[in-house]
């Protein structure tokens, strides 16, 4: 029996005349039932602002992170102290990510071993407390546990 | 008007690159074929020129880039024009199409049947093309920065080279371990190509060259399956592709993933062309996409190294005369060179700290990953089942892939289409190569499935949608003395 039908398939006697219409019949179902998200009515505008080159309208999301610009040197490293250690399971990560790709090509490195630091914690408590464990020591404070920071071991 | 001619540029510069190499072979569906290649190609070499430019000269490396690519066109541009004016026969030269679309004969019905299938299929395949591009260009707005990747990995290197152009090595720095310095550039140079040709970081950009890739994909499709199956099958599977969620939705995220992905299906399809055709030139355009391959993610690499085990192979057991065996690996390496000239010096020179192949592990370490455990394994399987049944994300993908694999198996095929069983394999190893890299993960191997695995099977995903539909509609029987090579 078995035999028979593999020796239909193979003559083409079912195959492929059937298979066919049965795949371009789903093909056609899936195509038809296809349907794309549905969208905000300021996408159309965003979409002209954009043609336009109209930045306002797109702010840089790294662009917290310009407070330290008037004290970021052109070129060279320093480190970046946030709310916890360097961790690559931690999303706190992000905002290293964020402010190196702010600062190009000065390089941001996550880890307490530069002479100069940029602090980015959530608060002056927690601020205080990474620095004292990192070895750093705040030189100017810019408010709500940001600030630039020198190494002192 | 700048960011057309950005987008022209590389286009041009590609289809001459394609022509130059390609004069004169009989390829089917020329136009589609360059419709599916000029954008990619184009943008890979205008990566790989910046690329050189900066190794040569970091701090002329804007104006060098440009200036070389304009160079380029222009050299190969007029190398065109004065071949075709000497040898104005050749440049059309062409396969006659396939038997059954010769001559129209009213009273076949079959072939009437294919007409009004491969009409509709057109009309599918524009609506649906329509429709992606508007929602792509309505969603872009939303989140014109991309993802994860393409903030943090592609655009950050991409500044480097804007930015900073003598200090653009600032980019491979062991601080910046976690941006892979080791990582391919083929993305952040062709952004920087285009941040330098409009003369600033332009957010639009990133975005076009993402729909560059994406809608190349789609035409991919239509050249291969129109070439060597039917027209219907051709736009169909275009269309299918067009309605694939994860596709559409990693290009607005501006990830490597759907380069790679193409990438890698253009080499593997203009692979199985070659065999097909017997046209050893087909065989060096796939090397150079198989390099850039290699040049977009280093995923790319385990592919090349695959492709080229392959053409080893077929080379080896081709059974012909001794001096003409080795000529398409020689040809595919000829492709591949510039990529992997590129890569090489990265890896040797530059970006220096790799992930997987690093001095921390000895080969025993290796062997207690692949083996050490069930678990692990059990984890990965469990990861390609649950993803590629999904039917919201891949619309039935692998399962029409695998029943095209067993129907084809079981039907005979002989001569020239045999040649599907070379995208079958690729999709196969692909696959079982991220099986085993997968054990080797330096991360956790959760966090690894979570952020990484969708997007692994975008890599083998066209290649999958071509063979299921060559297998599943391949309707007519040759007759005798047709070939479809």
């Given at each position: 029996m078995l035999k028979q039908a593999l020796n239909l398939i193979r003559s083409g006697g079912i195959f492929p005349w059937t298979v066919t219409l049965l795949f371009y019949g789903f093909v056609f179902a899936v195509i038809a039932n296809a349907e794309l998200p549905a969208l905000p009515d300021q996408a159309f505008a965003l979409r002209q602002r954009l043609w336009e080159n109209n930045k306002q309208d797109f702010r840089d999301p790294n662009e917290a992170f310009s407070i330290f610009a008037p004290y970021a040197p052109p070129q060279g490293s320093v480190s970046f102290i946030t709310d916890v250690p360097y961790n690559l399971y931690s999303m706190d990560i992000a905002k290293t990510f964020s402010a190196q790709s702010y600062f190009v090509p000065l390089i941001l490195n996550p880890?307490?071993?530069?002479n100069h630091a940029f602090v980015y914690c959530s608060s002056e408590a927690i601020a205080t407390t990474r620095l004292r464990e990192s070895g750093y020591q705040l030189r100017a404070s810019l408010g709500a546990g940001k600030g630039l920071a020198e190494k002192t071991l | 008007m700048n960011l057309l001619a950005a987008v022209f540029s590389p286009c041009f510069l590609g289809m001459l690159t394609l022509h130059v190499v390609l004069h004169g072979i009989p390829l089917r569906n020329r136009i589609f074929f360059y419709s599916a290649m000029a954008f990619p190609v184009g943008a890979g070499v205008c990566s790989l020129i910046l690329f050189f430019a900066y190794l040569i000269c970091p701090s002329q490396g804007k104006f060098l880039s440009l200036a070389a690519s304009l160079l380029l066109t222009t050299a190969l541009l007029g190398y065109v024009i004065s071949r075709n004016a000497r040898d104005p026969l050749s440049s059309a030269e062409a396969l006659p199409p396939l038997a059954h679309f010769q001559k129209i004969d009213l009273q076949n019905k079959r072939l009437l049947a294919e007409i009004l299938l491969s009409l509709a299929g057109l009309f599918l395949f524009l609506g649906a093309l329509f429709a992606v591009i508007q929602f792509f260009s309505l969603s872009t707005?939303?989140?014109?920065?991309?993802?994860w990747d393409a903030r943090f990995f592609w655009s950050l290197k991409a500044k480097f080279f804007f930015r900073s152009p003598a200090d653009?090595?600032?980019?491979?720095?062991?601080?910046?371990?976690w941006s892979h310095p080791d990582y391919p550039l083929l993305l952040p140079g062709i952004q920087a190509w285009g941040w330098h040709w409009l003369g600033r970081e332009s957010l639009i950009w990133g975005p076009v060259v993402s729909l560059g890739f994406y809608v190349s994909c789609a035409f991919l499709l239509v050249w291969y399956l129109r070439a060597y199956v039917s027209s219907a099958t051709g736009w169909f599977a275009g269309t299918f592709f067009l309605v694939l969620g994860p596709y559409l939705f990693w290009s607005l995220q501006q990830y490597a993933d759907v380069p790679l992905g193409f990438f890698i299906a253009a080499s593997v399809l203009t692979l199985t062309a070659a065999v097909r055709s017997g046209q050893v030139r087909l065989f060096c355009v796939s090397g150079l996409l198989g390099g850039l391959a290699a040049w977009t993610k280093n995923e790319g690499l385990f592919f090349l190294a695959e492709a080229a085990v392959f053409l080893g192979i077929y080379c080896a057991f081709r059974g012909r005369r001794k001096a003409r065996d080795w000529k398409p690996l020689a040809w595919f390496a000829g492709g591949v060179v510039l990529p992997l000239l590129a890569i090489v010096i990265l890896k040797v020179f530059l970006g220096t700290t790799g992930e997987y192949l690093g001095p921390k592990r000895a080969l025993h370490d290796y062997f207690r990953l692949l083996f050490g455990g069930w678990d692990r394994t059990s984890l990965i399987f469990q990861a390609f089942f649950v993803h590629m049944t999904s039917f919201t994300s891949w619309k039935g993908t692998w399962i029409i892939f695998a029943a095209g694999a067993l129907l084809r198996s079981l039907k005979k095929i002989t001569g020239a289409d045999r040649c599907a069983w070379i995208v079958f394999g690729a999709v196969l190893f692909i696959n079982l190569g991220y099986f085993l890299t997968l054990h080797l993960t330096p991360y956790d191997l959760k966090f690894q499935i979570q952020t990484a695995f969708a997007r692994l099977l975008l890599h083998s995903g066209i290649l999958a949608v071509a063979f299921g539909f060559e297998a599943l509609t391949l309707i007519l029987p040759k007759s005798k003395g047709q070939t479809t090579s």
């Open positions: 880890f307490p071993q530069e | 707005p939303l989140n014109v920065w991309g993802g653009w090595q600032g980019m491979f720095s062991p601080k910046l371990f």
